[in-house]
């Protein structure tokens, strides 16, 4: 057993029922190949609840200074995370990210790049639609719908995953890529809201 793994299942102990998790629409997910993996972002504990619920291992990118905390960085490193730097465009972050979606794996995406406080679904970053873009993987959005608060109930629900074709035929932007994925998590969060 590998340690992301033995992590996985630790985690999932504690936090399946202390929020009483429910995941929605896992058979949306696609069980092999490259998945964009975009999700709105409510609360700090987001990338191990979608890493858990998730069907298949997930790989954030998350803020280069959390490597940097002794213990934390070393345990994000083995649960597959790579270093971001944020608020400049870190090419090293993005080919990281290309080739993990290339080589058939999961990259999980917060477009909105930080947690929303307001509870309401932010504008995303063009990060999202530049992945989507570049590459031949599945994007799957994700909406996380809380509130985090003990023995109530967190939904995580999958959508089916979006057809990116006709943006890439027609040549759209990554922001405008990114605002579609924005539109399908919010649709999902009024859905099952």
Same mark, same amino acid.
């Given at each position: 057993m590998n340690?992301?793994?033995?992590? *996985?299942?630790?985690?999932?102990g +504690?936090?399946s029922?202390?929020? /009483?998790?429910?995941?929605? !629409?896992? #058979?949306?997910?696609p *069980? $092999?190949?490259?998945?964009?993996l975009?999700?709105?972002?409510i609360?700090t504990l $987001?990338?191990? +609840?979608? &890493?858990?619920?998730?069907? /298949?291992?997930v790989?954030?990118m998350?803020?280069a200074e @959390?490597? $940097?905390?002794p213990v934390l960085g070393?345990?994000?490193?083995? @649960?597959?995370?790579?270093? +971001?730097?944020?608020?400049?465009?870190d090419?090293?972050a993005?080919r990281?990210?290309?080739?993990?979606?290339k080589? &058939?794996?999961?990259?999980? @995406?917060?477009p909105e !790049?930080?947690?929303?406080?307001?509870?309401?679904?932010?504008?995303g970053?063009a !990060?999202?639609?530049?992945?989507?873009? /570049?590459t031949? %993987?599945h +994007?799957?959005?994700?909406a996380?719908i &809380?509130?985090?608060k003990?023995?109530?109930k @967190? =939904?995580?629900?999958?959508? =089916?995953?979006? $057809?990116? #074709?006709?943006?890439?035929?027609? =040549? %759209?932007?990554a #922001?405008?890529v990114t #605002?579609v994925?924005?539109n399908?998590?919010?649709d999902l969060? /009024?859905q099952?809201?």
């Open positions: 340690f992301y793994t033995f992590a *996985k299942g630790v985690v999932k +504690v936090f029922p202390l929020y /009483r998790i429910e995941v929605i !629409g896992k #058979e949306h997910f *069980k $092999d190949g490259g998945v964009l975009c999700s709105n972002h609360e $987001d990338p191990p +609840v979608v &890493g858990i619920t998730a069907p /298949r291992p790989s954030f998350a803020k @959390l490597f $940097d905390v070393k345990i994000i490193k083995n @649960l597959h995370a790579f270093p +971001v730097k944020r608020g400049m465009s090419r090293e993005l990281t990210g290309l080739k993990a979606l080589e &058939g794996n999961v990259l999980g @995406l917060f !790049g930080t947690r929303n406080k307001t509870g309401k679904l932010g504008k970053l !990060g999202a639609g530049f992945f989507a873009l /570049r031949k %993987a +994007v799957v959005p994700c996380i &809380g509130p985090y003990p023995f109530r @967190l =939904k995580v629900v999958y959508g =089916k995953p979006i $057809d990116m #074709e006709p943006y890439r035929e027609s =040549k %759209a932007s #922001e405008e #605002e994925i924005m399908h998590i919010g969060i /009024r099952y809201s």
